[in-house]
């Protein structure tokens, strides 16, 4: 594992697929010109529309993001995370899927959001993804990178389960995403405090990608974007607009920080 910049992109997407794409695209392409070689795109990066809205092109939007991922990390050879986008499963159901891929073009790992996010807001809001989305019925497994340190992946609502979490530090992870569209009303209280807890009780980099801003009627996402570092410091955050949260991943903090607080080691139950 070497010393590396990595970047977590804060996107505002729609109900719109070119004009996320291009977005993105963009977001990606600025990163690089700053040296991110890892870059994390956030859950729903290529749509952001209401479930119906999703399901009725999911096909669509599966196919383009695959193929997008693939284009991008290959034009500018970088590792590159989607952070979230939809699969057809049948059924009128689809996967909240995750896809790392690699500067040529090759899928290293993939996951299926396994908790779903079936939740009335006091906003107003009421969310009910299990409506549209198959829950993945298997455990995020670590990339083992020689470049890069040992990746996890996750996605959004997941943070809220440790045990996830703990299963990726058990395995050897090094850097987990957590890539997300944190609500607005959630976001202000829980997002920072909980990617600050998984990097802290697993002594793990945290890179998570987020979605900003308003994207279609009532719904707002919180935005903040971050990279964190194994001590839980804030490395990098993106603020509240779309843009990119840029930080050194450094091997030497990460020993460092084992070796001063090694409660990986004293694990009691597994």
């Given at each position: ?164 979490y703990r299963h990726l530090s058990r395995q050897g992870a090094d850097v987990m995403f957590i890539p997300a569209a944190f609500t607005a009303f959630t976001g202000k209280d829980h997002w920072q405090v909980l990617l600050q807890a998984r990097a802290i009780e697993n002594t793990c980099y945290v890179i998570a990608p987020a979605q900003t801003g308003r994207h279609y009627g009532m719904r707002y996402t919180h935005g903040h974007a971050m990279i964190i570092d194994p001590w839980g410091t804030i490395l990098a955050d ?33």
């Open positions: 594992m070497k010393s590396y910049l990595a970047a977590a992109v804060q996107m505002t997407s729609l109900p719109d697929i070119e004009k996320n794409l291009t977005q993105a695209e963009e977001l990606i392409e600025l990163a690089v010109r700053r040296g991110a070689e890892l870059v994390g795109l956030p859950e729903n990066f290529p749509f952001l529309g209401t479930e119906e809205e999703k399901i009725a092109v999911a096909d669509k939007i599966g196919q383009a993001s695959e193929k997008f991922l693939k284009t991008m990390a290959q034009r500018f050879q970088v590792t590159l995370l989607g952070g979230g986008f939809p699969v057809s499963v049948g059924n009128g159901k689809v996967a909240n899927t995750a896809s790392l891929v690699s500067p040529n073009g090759i899928e290293l790992a993939r996951y299926q959001k396994v908790h779903l996010f079936d939740v009335n807001l006091p906003d107003g809001n009421t969310y009910q993804e299990s409506r549209t989305v198959m829950a993945g019925n298997e455990l995020p497994v670590i990339y083992k990178s020689g470049d890069f340190g040992n990746l996890g992946l996750s996605v959004c609502y997941d943070v809220r389960f440790p045990e996830l993106a603020g509240d607009t779309p843009g990119v949260a840029i930080a050194e991943i450094d091997p030497t903090r990460l020993e460092q920080v084992r070796r001063q607080m090694p409660s990986l080691q004293h694990r009691v139950f597994a």
